[in-house]
């Protein structure tokens, strides 16, 4: 009988081969059960891996623009627009020329495209939530919609000089 430590000689064929003796390789051991830690939602990776939902806020309705509507409301609109405050500049979003643009159709629906002063504006919510809200008020408005914009960027240079004399630009 060989000794406890001796190899045979398909032992040692075997390490020459490469490939252990059955006997030589330890068991692997029985997967754990599962662990009681559950991944947070933040973990989950199908928002990098689905296909980005469809939009669910209102896309604007508005026909052709009508100059003679578009010409009568908008003096109204700005007078409006006037009244919204960016919460951190003591400036109406008018004189900060965050207004690019007010048409209007011929059933009086309006839109209004405007931007922010930086797409990372902590007021991205509140303030086109607060211009559509206040022009659709308008008596001779049907329907409005905002539609935020970032071409062409906003500069100072947009502001009015009211704007720019109010918060000490020059």
Not at 14 to 38: K, L, Q
Not at 80 to 95: A, G, H
Not at 150 to 170: I, V
Request: with cysteine; aromatic share 6%.
């Amino acid at each position: 009988m060989p000794a406890p430590n001796a190899s045979t000689g398909n032992e040692r064929t075997a390490a020459m081969n490469g490939t252990p003796h059955p006997a030589a390789v330890p068991e692997t051991p029985a997967p754990a059960s599962p662990t009681p830690f559950t991944p947070p939602e933040a973990w989950n990776v199908d928002a990098l891996t689905k296909p980005h939902p469809e939009p669910t806020g209102e896309t604007p309705e508005i026909g052709a623009v009508d100059r003679a509507v578009t010409a009568d409301l908008q003096p109204k609109v700005v007078e409006v627009l006037k009244t919204v405050f960016d919460p951190e500049i003591p400036v109406d979003i008018y004189e900060l020329g965050l207004i690019y643009e007010i048409i209007a159709d011929a059933e009086r629906k309006v839109l209004v495209r405007m931007t922010l002063t930086s797409p990372a504006c902590p007021s991205a919510q509140q303030i086109p939530s607060e211009v559509r809200y206040k022009v659709k008020a308008l008596p001779d408005v049907k329907e409005a919609w905002v539609e935020i914009v970032w071409e062409p960027p906003w500069s100072k240079d947009r502001m009015s000089e009211a704007a720019k004399l109010s918060l000490g630009f020059f």
